[in-house]
C-alpha cells in the first residue's frame, strides 16, 4: 500500500476514457476448392454487418459491449459495411457424436476439466443425444475441437452473413417469427432438453445452414482489454427463465448479440452455449 501511494493522485490524469478492446485473431484455415459435405459455401459478398449488443447496463454509453478493429471504441450500436471472402461454414452445430468422435480420435482433455462435457455419463453422450448440439465445452475448448478437424471458429460476421444472406432479415427464415422454425422456449427452473440440430428444417437460413437461432449459443470472437476477456455469442438458446431481470439477455433476432465475459474455463462452460466451424475458401 505504500508502494502504490507513493505516486499523488493529482498526478494522475482526471480524464476518464473508456478501455481499448483488442479483438483475439483467428490464424485462417487452409483454403479449401470443394466444401465438406458437413459444410455450407457462403459466397463472396459486400455485407451490411449492424448489430447491437443486449448486456443488461449501461444505456448507450461509451465502453459498454464490444470494439470491432474499425470503431474508435467499445459501443453498444455496430453498423459496417464490409467485404467478406467466400468460406464455408458448418451447415450443423458440432453434435455431441461429433465431439466424441473427436476425444476418441485425439485424447482431449483441458488443463481444467472442471465441468467439461459434463452432461456426459462415463465419458460418452447418454443414449438418444447424438444429434444434440454438444454443451459444456468453453471456448478454448471448442478451438481444440476446430483446429483437429481442419477448421476454425466463425468470425460474428461471418455467422450473421450465413444465417442472414444480404437481405437484412430478423430471422433466418425470414422478418416474423415462426414456431415451427427453432425450438420452443422454457420458463423452467431448470434448462431443458435440447433438440437435435436437424429437428427443425423450416429454421434454415438463405444459404441452407440449419439451427442459427434458438437452438444453442454459438462462440463466435473473443476481446480483450486490460482487464476483462469476453466472447461474442449468438444465436440464443431455448432457456429462458423468469423472475429476475438479471437474467442473460436473449438474442434471438440477428441484429442481436450477446457478451459473455469469460472468467476460467471451469467457470465459462455452459449447458446452453455450443458451437459450429468455418473454414476459408
Known amino acids: 500500500m505504500a508502494r502504490h501511494a507513493a505516486t499523488p493522485l493529482a498526478s494522475l490524469s482526471a480524464t476518464w476514457s473508456s478501455a481499448q478492446q483488442q479483438i483475439v485473431p483467428i490464424e485462417p484455415t487452409n483454403t479449401h476448392d470443394a466444401v465438406p459435405d458437413d459444410m455450407v459455401s457462403i459466397p463472396s459478398a459486400d455485407f451490411d454487418f449492424a448489430v447491437h449488443g443486449i448486456v443488461i447496463e449501461g444505456y448507450n454509453a461509451e465502453g459498454v459491449d464490444v470494439q470491432y478493429p474499425w470503431e474508435p471504441n467499445a459501443r453498444r450500436f455496430h453498423r459496417h459495411r464490409m467485404t467478406i471472402p467466400a468460406f464455408a461454414i458448418d451447415r450443423y452445430p458440432v453434435t455431441n457424436a461429433d465431439y466424441k468422435t473427436f476425444i ?36 478454448e475448448d471448442a478451438r481444440a475441437y476446430a483446429a483437429w478437424a481442419g477448421k476454425r471458429l466463425p468470425r460474428e460476421w461471418e455467422w450473421q452473413y450465413a444465417a442472414q444472406g444480404t437481405d437484412g432479415r430478423r430471422y433466418p427464415w425470414g422478418d416474423d417469427w415462426r414456431a415451427d422454425a427453432a425450438p420452443p422456449a422454457s ?95
Open 104 to 139: 476418441d480420435a485425439s485424447g482431449y482433455m483441458p488443463a481444467d476439466p472442471h465441468s467439461f462435457l459434463r452432461h456426459w455419463v462415463g465419458g460418452a453422450p447418454e443414449p438418444g443425444t447424438d444429434r444434440q448440439p454438444v454443451v459444456w465445452i468453453g471456448i
Open 187 to 281: 420458463v423452467e427452473r431448470t434448462m431443458p432438453a435440447l433438440s437435435d440440430v436437424d429437428a427443425y428444417p423450416q429454421g434454415a437460413s438463405p444459404f441452407g445452414v440449419m439451427a442459427m437461432t434458438g437452438h444453442v449459443w454459438q462462440w463466435s470472437d473473443e476481446y480483450r482489454d486490460r482487464h476483462v476477456r469476453a466472447a461474442v455469442v449468438r444465436g440464443g438458446s431455448p432457456y429462458q427463465p423468469h423472475s429476475s431481470h438479471w437474467y442473460f439477455p436473449q438474442g434471438y433476432t440477428l441484429d442481436q448479440h450477446g457478451k459473455y465475459l469469460l472468467m476460467a474455463p471451469s467457470k465459462d462452460r455452459s449447458g446452453g452455449i455450443g458451437f459450429r466451424c468455418a473454414l476459408d475458401l
